[in-house]
């Protein structure tokens, strides 16, 4: 069985400083990891996926994520956060089930992500 | 290319009402999911489809909770009757398949049970 821990329920961060968001995950197989994000009343975007290629992986507006097997971590980072990244982050992991065909996500509870001005 | 479109985007309903919700997923997407999203948690995932057959409905209440897809391509997810416990965000999406399970969101419906 597939979970994921986002050990942050709230983050804030100051305009133009770095932003971590962290997130653990278990996994019987090798799973796919994602990260969504959810802006106020709107869907949910795709920021970046791993999906055993490179364990750093780059994103949309700036994120990134590194995929750590040994701490079996995932975290999401940007250099520099911008106040429209205000919004909530999911950490997803993905498996696929032995009959084939993938199986649904299963999301962390999120993290809500504050911007200071 | 088109998203994954639902309707109606909100609804406000009384308990003990039958409601419905539906969904046509990107073109050419054979995977469709429905979730659940309650207030403040991550959405959870209720049934999936694969073309027209349920493979896993294992977390569908299925006393009152029915979906069906029967030509492989849009979706409808029932309640009957509703239950106040229900209000939530009912979110489908779509996979290809491919792409290690890329799952493309639509808006989500907004069920209020008064």
């Known amino acids: 069985a597939q979970s994921v821990t986002q050990l942050d329920s709230h983050v804030s961060v100051s305009e133009g400083t770095p932003v971590l968001l962290r997130c653990n995950y278990s996994?019987?197989?090798?799973?796919?990891l994602f990260w969504y994000v959810q802006h106020p009343n709107k869907g949910l975007q795709l920021l970046l996926k791993?999906?055993?290629?490179?364990?750093l992986v780059k994103g949309i507006n700036g994120f990134e994520a590194e995929f750590k097997k040994s701490e079996t971590s995932f975290h999401l980072t940007k250099p520099s956060a911008h106040m429209s990244d205000a919004a909530e982050y999911f950490c997803?992991?993905?498996?696929?089930?032995?009959?084939?065909?993938?199986?649904?996500?299963?999301f962390g509870k999120g993290t809500h992500l504050i911007i200071q001005p | 290319e088109a998203g994954v479109v639902q309707s109606p985007r909100y609804k406000i309903i009384e308990k003990k009402l039958p409601v419905a919700f539906w969904c046509n997923p990107i073109?050419?997407?054979?995977?469709l999911y429905w979730y659940r999203q309650n207030l403040g948690q991550g959405p959870e995932l209720l049934i999936r489809?694969?073309?027209?057959?349920?493979?896993?409905d294992s977390q569908l209440p299925k006393d009152r909770f029915s979906a069906e897809r029967l030509k492989g391509v849009d979706s409808t997810l029932k309640i009957q009757p509703a239950e106040l416990g229900d209000s939530a965000v009912y979110l489908c999406?779509?996979?290809?398949?491919?792409?290690?399970?890329?799952?493309?969101f639509g808006p989500g419906t907004r069920l209020t049970v008064l």
């Open positions: 997803v992991v993905s498996e696929y089930s032995s009959g084939g065909g993938a199986d649904g996500l299963t």
């Open positions: 791993y999906t055993s290629a490179a364990t």
């Open positions: 489809y694969e073309n027209e057959e349920a493979v896993d």
């Open positions: 996994s019987s197989y090798s799973p796919s």
């Open positions: 073109s050419g997407h054979n995977t």
């Open positions: 999406a779509s996979s290809s398949g491919q792409s290690y399970n890329e799952q493309f």
